[in-house]
């Protein structure tokens, strides 16, 4: 699996129509529905973008995550891609993605070949829609994580996100349900990687495992 087969393909794929979340969703135990439901009951939601990298480390192509630090609120310690909030000055969700993605993580985007977005995922507990963004770099060269959003940087294999052993469940109590259930995960490296990520990560395996594994995503 080299970098060029992987931006090969999934320019390809981002050309047809997206996958989208209902596999995931069925795992997680609620449908669509729930979510269109929380979404016509909610304040119109804040947009916000996340750039999910694809790059080489000693010529393994990786894929970024990041583990966000403990605090008080939705996301605290939870494992995402870098991104965040749109503002005043972003010239649209790309220029969003991209600002968030270097003030995260304090590595350089000039050299970022954005391939195109994902479906957009709707968060209820935080009232948002993020839009996702799959980006490459041969390399991702420095970094400077922010301490106050990061407190990790996972520099996860990307065959290792496509293995079908990483794919887990356990009980999570779902605020949208109001009640605890079982929640469909990705173990990656011992991070758990769930909820609005592991819709993103999940749509991406999609796109990448019928062309790279004999399986796919069930």
Do not use: C
Request: net charge negative.
């Amino acid at each position: 699996m080299t970098i060029t087969a992987i931006r090969d393909r999934l320019q390809q794929r981002l050309r047809e129509p997206l996958p989208g979340h209902d596999a995931f969703l069925e795992l997680s135990g609620y449908k669509r529905e729930d979510l269109e439901a929380a979404r016509r009951i909610s304040p119109p939601p804040r947009e916000s973008a996340v750039l999910a990298l694809i790059y080489e480390r000693q010529a393994v192509p990786h894929l970024l995550l990041m583990l966000r630090p403990t605090y008080e609120g939705v996301h605290s310690g939870q494992v995402a891609f870098p991104g965040g909030r749109m503002e005043p000055e972003d010239a649209d969700l790309r220029s969003t993605a991209l600002r968030e993605f270097s003030e995260e993580t304090g590595a350089a985007v000039n050299g970022v070949e954005v391939l195109g977005m994902l479906t957009p995922v709707y968060i209820p507990p935080s009232r948002s829609l993020v839009t996702p963004f799959i980006g490459m770099l041969p390399e991702l060269g420095a970094v400077a994580p922010d301490p106050r959003e990061v407190a990790a940087l996972i520099e996860a294999p990307l065959e290792l996100v496509l293995r079908d052993d990483i794919l887990k469940h356990r009980q999570q109590h779902l605020v949208m349900l109001g009640r605890s259930v079982q929640v469909p995960y990705f173990d990656i490296e011992g991070h758990a990687v769930w909820g609005a990520t592991a819709m993103m990560m999940a749509e991406l395996r999609e796109l990448l495992r019928p062309h790279f594994q004999s399986k796919a995503f069930q």
